[in-house]
């Protein structure tokens, strides 16, 4: 059974940076994506960024459109992690931070919804505030 751990978050002020690592242990499955998600107080989940299974171009990421060139996320195989680079972060980005693997699929543009994903990550919460 996978187990994903997230930690890194934190309170930065308005154009910091953060990284969040979302730790992979137990049985994998051999194709899986892993997203990160974002969830802001009273307002819906959201995808953040994914990356691809290892067997399906492991480096090709995507991200969401509020996110993109600010954020990166890559895959650590020395540590058994996903990353997410957080830079230039502002306000809006504040939210609890998930990690979730989307199991048997190769590639993140099949994994298109939250619930194509489980397991997931407890959370880790990231405050942007001055």
């Known amino acids: 059974q996978t187990q994903l751990a997230e930690s890194g978050g934190g309170l930065v002020e308005p154009g910091g940076a953060l990284t969040l690592s979302c730790a992979i242990s137990?049985?994998?499955?051999?194709?899986?994506?892993i997203s990160w998600f974002r969830q802001a107080a009273g307002k819906k989940r959201e995808g953040v960024s994914c990356i691809n299974s290892v067997t399906g171009n492991g480096a090709s990421t995507s991200y969401s459109d509020s996110v993109k060139v600010r954020f990166r996320t890559w895959r650590d195989y020395a540590k058994n992690t996903v990353e997410l680079e957080m830079t230039s972060l502002k306000p809006e980005d504040t939210g609890v931070y998930y990690c979730?693997?989307?199991?048997?699929?190769?590639?993140?543009?099949?994994?298109?919804?939250?619930?194509?994903?489980?397991?997931w990550g407890q959370g880790t919460q990231v405050t942007v505030s001055s």
């Open positions: 979730a693997a989307a199991a048997g699929y190769r590639h993140c543009t099949s994994a298109s919804s939250a619930y194509d994903y489980e397991p």
């Open positions: 137990g049985s994998t499955p051999v194709h899986y994506v």
